[in-house]
């Protein structure tokens, strides 16, 4: 075999050894939103979101609400398998904890999506593995949240409940009767809805 054309051999090879590794997701310990933009797709051990908070595999994240008020979340799904198609979450989900079991991510549409496939313990149904399909954006919705008192919502108590909270108040000698007052004549129209 003739030097030039093993030369040529040599350099295909190499071009085609590289355009192989390039069309490979890379691996990071660490990454930041910023950092994802420049890099087609990749995975990573340790992810900071375009807000600043820190997600890592291992670590427990909630579910908060659905986004937009709807009973399905947007982002969050059931994994049943790997090659079946991921089913939605309902809003009875809401404050479940996950844990991160993989944290990747890929351009679409020149945007990097960044998502998060986590597990829990005990899930009904024999439904161990979640998918956030979207991270930044179920950040953003309030559908995930890096502790449990961070976005979840917990409702406000009703007109009724809150006379009574002041009423123990008033009893225990936190507030006043003039404050105890007012705060009854506040809610007594709630109350009798008037």
């Known amino acids: 075999m003739s030097k030039p054309i093993r030369l040529i051999e040599i350099i295909i090879a190499t071009a085609m050894l590289s355009f192989s590794v390039s069309l490979q997701a ?6 930041t939103y910023e950092q ?7 995975s990573t051990i340790e992810y900071t979101s375009a807000s600043g908070e ?18 399905i ?3 969050a799904f059931l994994r049943v398998g790997l090659r079946q198609q991921p089913f939605q979450i309902w809003s009875a989900w809401t404050g479940s904890r996950l844990k991160i079991d993989k944290i990747f991510w890929k351009q679409v549409q020149g945007q990097p999506t960044v998502s998060v496939n986590t597990s829990m313990k005990d899930a009904g149904f024999g439904a161990k593995k979640q998918l956030i399909g979207n991270l930044e954006a179920a950040i953003e919705s309030g559908e995930v949240a890096t502790s449990k008192e961070s976005k979840i919502p917990v409702p406000e108590k009703s007109p009724i409940e809150k006379l009574k909270e002041a009423k123990e108040l008033l ?9 105890y007052d007012e705060i ?3 809610l007594t129209p709630l109350i009798l809805g008037k």
């Open 184 to 186: 009854k004549e506040r």
């Open 171 to 179: 009893d225990l000698e936190v507030i006043t009767q003039d404050e």
């Open 26 to 31: 890379k691996k990071y310990d660490a990454i």
């Open 36 to 42: 994802t933009l420049e890099v087609k797709k990749g």
């Open 54 to 71: 820190k997600f890592s595999v291992g670590q427990e994240i909630y579910l908060g609400t659905p986004a937009n008020g709807h009973q």
């Open 73 to 75: 979340f947007t982002y």
